[in-house]
T-cell receptor
Framework: RKEVEQDPGPFNVPEGATVAFNCTYSNSASQSFFWYRQDCRKEPKLLMSVYSSGNEDGRFTAQLNRASQYISLLIRDSKLSDSATYLC??????????????WGAGTKLIIKP | DAMVIQNPRYQVTQFGKPVTLSCSQTLNHNVMYWYQQKSSQAPKLLFH???????NEADTPDNFQSRRPNTSFCFLDIRSPGLGDAAMYLCATSRGPSTSGAHKRDTQYFGPGTRLTVL
């Protein structure tokens, strides 16, 4: 089992629709979680951190479910410009204060007019 | 204003010809990372520097080396590029982790990447 798993997609979604995708992680000691967005042939850019209580930023909502070890990203009222690959990142600190950063392979989202 | 700068943006090299990619940052971050990303794959961490401390990932080939002469600059040296090394190379920075406080959530900021082609 991969340490961080994402459905690669692509998710083909009509403009204006709501779309959600999950990211599962295997390390129960994971402490911080992020969603990054990556456009084709560009660098990843931080979309949002994921807080334990869930957090919202405009049309984007991130949730963390520690019991089931997954994070989710919900996009409401999707725009054409939301088309991108969404990568989740899981960060876990070890006892010796080192940390492990694991990236998912990403979920490709295509918003269609 | 660009905060993490990578040069060149595109690099073409010949099989076996050494190549150096550079990264600089204006964020004064403690940690600098080098990732390799191939098409439709997750970024793969090659190594990172926490200040001057070098941390190599276990599966990073010896063909890849890095230098960090000062806080602002970090270099990736590929000693003998093979066809399989063609990829996007991403540099990232972060303030650095700690077990408490703001650093606990250690956000990475990426440069635009260098796309390496090996002929």
């Amino acid at each position: 089992r991969k340490e961080v798993e994402q459905d690669p997609g692509p998710f083909n979604v009509p403009e204006g629709a709501t779309v959600a995708f999950n990211c599962t992680y295997s390390n129960s000691a994971s402490q911080s979680f992020f969603w990054y967005r990556q456009d084709c042939r560009k660098e990843p850019k931080l979309l949002m951190s994921v807080y334990s209580s869930g957090n919202e930023d405009g049309r984007f909502t991130a949730q963390l479910n520690r019991a089931s070890q997954y994070i989710s990203l919900l996009i409401r009222d999707s725009k054409l410009s939301d088309s991108a690959t969404y990568l989740c990142v899981v960060q876990a600190f070890t006892e010796d204060s080192n940390y492990q950063l694991i990236w998912g392979a990403g979920t490709k989202l295509i918003i269609k007019p | 204003d660009a905060m993490v700068i990578q040069n060149p943006r595109y690099q073409v090299t010949q099989f076996g010809k050494p190549v150096t990619l550079s990264c600089s940052q204006t964020l004064n971050h403690n940690v600098m990372y080098w990732y390799q990303q191939k098409s439709s794959q997750a970024p793969k961490l090659l190594f990172h520097y926490y200040d001057k401390d070098f941390n190599n990932e276990a599966d990073t080939p010896d063909n890849f080396q890095s230098r960090r002469p000062n806080t602002s600059f970090c270099f990736l040296d590929i000693r003998s590029p093979g066809l399989g090394d063609a990829a996007m190379y991403l540099c990232a920075t972060s303030r650095g982790p700690s077990t408490s406080g703001a650093h606990k959530r250690d956000t990475q900021y990426f440069g635009p990447g260098t796309r390496l082609t090996v002929l």
